[in-house]
């Protein structure tokens, strides 16, 4: 499944993920005011994979990206809103990420009363 579009959050095959998708503090100096996006350990395996196959262009510079990644050496999923350090290391610095994830931020946040949990 493909999104084409920098606003991909905003399209109804990005939201049939919101449900699953839990937001932590980072805990570091380099995301202080941005929360860290995984699928939560309790996804269904078919929405873990559909997760992995999803692409969309990345906020910054529109190339197509996987936004759901496996993480490296340990178990898990975690989302990212721009290319991968290898591929673009400048596209997560820019305004462009920071806007996007403020912008994932609210969409869970008012996402999860529908859902009876807390963050």
Request: with cysteine; aromatic share 10%; charged share 25%.
């Given at each position: 499944?493909?999104?084409?579009?920098?606003?991909?959050?905003?399209?109804?095959e990005?939201?049939?993920?919101?449900?699953?998708?839990?937001a932590?503090?980072?805990?570091d100096?380099?995301?202080?005011a941005h929360p860290?996006?995984?699928?939560?350990?309790?996804?269904?395996?078919?929405?873990?994979?559909?997760a992995?196959?999803?692409?969309?262009s990345?906020?910054?510079?529109?190339?197509?990206?996987?936004?759901?990644?496996?993480?490296k050496?340990?178990?898990?999923?975690?989302m990212?809103?721009?290319?991968t350090?290898e591929r673009n290391n400048?596209?997560?610095?820019?305004?462009s990420?920071s806007?996007?994830?403020?912008?994932?931020?609210?969409?869970?946040?008012?996402?999860e009363?529908?859902?009876g949990g807390?963050?």
């Amino acid at each position: 499944m493909t999104t084409a579009v920098r606003d991909w959050w905003k399209s109804p095959e990005f939201r049939q993920f919101l449900p699953y998708i839990q937001a932590t503090a980072a805990g570091d100096k380099r995301h202080y005011a941005h929360p860290r996006f995984d699928l939560k350990s309790s996804t269904p395996w078919l929405v873990t994979r559909a997760a992995l196959d999803y692409r969309v262009s990345c906020v910054a510079c529109g190339a197509l990206m996987a936004p759901f990644r496996q993480r490296k050496g340990e178990s898990g999923v975690y989302m990212g809103v721009t290319c991968t350090q290898e591929r673009n290391n400048a596209c997560s610095r820019g305004r462009s990420a920071s806007n996007a994830y403020d912008a994932i931020w609210r969409l869970i946040r008012d996402e999860e009363p529908k859902q009876g949990g807390l963050l």
